[in-house]
Structure formats: structure tokens, C-alpha cells
């Protein structure tokens, strides 16, 4: 199929693309041990720098995102009417905690879930999804009383 030039050019490509591939993961793993991969987000007016969260900072989040009924990440964030929660939530990612709620409050809920999709950018979405499906049940756990 190939010539032993093709071949050649064939596997000078793909140990570019492995060797590119290498060099980006370094850069992702140094980065974070850095405290240099980040988001800056704006809402309101106002600029916000999102860090990698935490499990702590996932944990409140998540609490916040598990009452908004959808199947999927991006269902979740193109809802509409959830200003409240988003707030919260992203309250959680930038600062820990909810003192930032009411400052969010007074933004769009498209600038509100922008600004939480590029907060959840910075983990996989498989582990995201894990996340709200444990604090759905968890929720789904507390709520229902034992018979």
C-alpha cells in the first residue's frame, strides 16, 4: 500500500503527533502543580479567577447543580430559570463557599453557565458526570423519608 518513503513519512507523523502529545500532557501536569492553569471568567462586570477546584469546592457545587433536572453536563447548564443555583455554584467553584452568591446573583444565567462550563473545563467530564449523578442520588437518598 505504502512505499518504504510513505512508510516512512507514515511513522515520522504519528512520533509527532505521540511526542506532541507527550509535551502537552507535561505541560497540563506542571501547570497544576504550578497553580498556572486557571480561568478567568466575567460575570456581572466583574472578573473572576477559577482555579482547579477541590473535591471540598466540587462537593458544594455539586450540591447546588444536583436539584437541576437533566440528563447530561450540557442539559444541565442550557437550563433555564436557575440563576439561584448557578450562583451558588459557581459561588463554590471561585471562592469555596457562598460569599459571592448575591455579587453572581446579578448576572445573565448565559453569563452565569458560560462562566461555569469554563469552571468545569479545567476536570474531565466523565468525573463531572460522576459527580452529579452521586449527588442526585445522595439527594434522592436525604429526601425521601424511610417507610
Known amino acids: 500500500m505504502f512505499n518504504s518513503k510513505g512508510k516512512a513519512i507514515m511513522f515520522c507523523l504519528t512520533l509527532f503527533k505521540f511526542l506532541s ?20 471568567v466575567v460575570v456581572a462586570g466583574n472578573a473572576y479567577i477559577i ?11 455539586g ?4 436539584g437541576i433536572k437533566g440528563d447530561t453536563i450540557k442539559e444541565v447548564f442550557l437550563s433555564k430559570d436557575n440563576i439561584e443555583a448557578f450562583s451558588h455554584a459557581l459561588s463554590w467553584l471561585i471562592q469555596g463557599d457562598e460569599s459571592l452568591f448575591e455579587e453572581l446573583l446579578n ?5 452565569l453557565s ?7 473545563s479545567l476536570i474531565s467530564a466523565e468525573n463531572f458526570s460522576k459527580l452529579l449523578a452521586l449527588a442526585k ?3 434522592n ?4 423519608p424511610k417507610q
Do not use: C, H, R
Not at 507527550?22 to 497540563?28: F, L, P, T
Not at 482547579?52 to 457545587?61: R, S, Y
Not at 458560560?114 to 468545569?120: G, R, S
Open 51 to 61: 482555579m482547579p477546584p477541590t473535591m471540598k469546592k466540587l462537593a458544594g457545587a
Open 137 to 139: 442520588n445522595v439527594a
Open 21 to 40: 502529545m507527550e509535551q502537552n500532557a507535561a505541560k497540563i501536569v506542571t501547570s497544576a502543580i504550578l497553580d498556572m492553569d486557571f480561568k478567568t
Open 114 to 120: 458560560d462562566a461555569l462550563e469554563e469552571a468545569y
Open 63 to 66: 450540591y447546588w447543580l444536583s
Open 107 to 111: 448576572g445573565t444565567d448565559k453569563e
Open 141 to 144: 437518598l436525604t429526601a425521601k
